[in-house]
């Protein structure tokens, strides 16, 4: 009897591995994305601190062009008090008293004292 013998051309090949996609991302689609991610935070706080540090440069250099205006307002409101000091005490006394040894102008200190006192 004779032998069956493959057809001419041979077999077709056997198909041993599975054909299906893969399930879910790919570790390397997610780390890229999350590179992104942080790239894009990492960004927008840059800008923030750049914009933090220009408004505290802003902020210092109006209060160094205000200082002349508030110190003649304190040196104003300090001649009205020293004024109506001097006014008070006329109308006390009857005379105004030199306490100081000169008639230059010493700045006064105030010192704030609790008006009542509980033990």
Sequence with gaps: MPQDMPPVGGYEAVQYKRNLPAKGFRPA???????????????KL???????NEYAREKMWS????????QAEEDRDLVR???????????????NI???????????????????ITK
């Excluded at 840059?46 to 933090?52: H, P, S």
């Excluded at 030199?98 to 009542?116: E, L």
């Design 98 to 116: 030199k306490v100081y040894n000169s008639d230059r102008y010493v700045r006064p200190t105030f010192a704030i004292a609790p008006g009542n």
């Design 63 to 70: 209060r160094i062009h205000l200082i002349p205006a508030l």
């Design 46 to 52: 840059a800008i923030g601190i750049r914009e933090q």
């Design 81 to 95: 008090r020293h004024l109506a000091d001097q006014a008070r005490e006329k109308e006390l006394l009857g005379e």
């Design 29 to 43: 689609t997610i780390m890229l994305g999350a590179g992104l991610v942080m790239t894009y935070g990492w960004y």
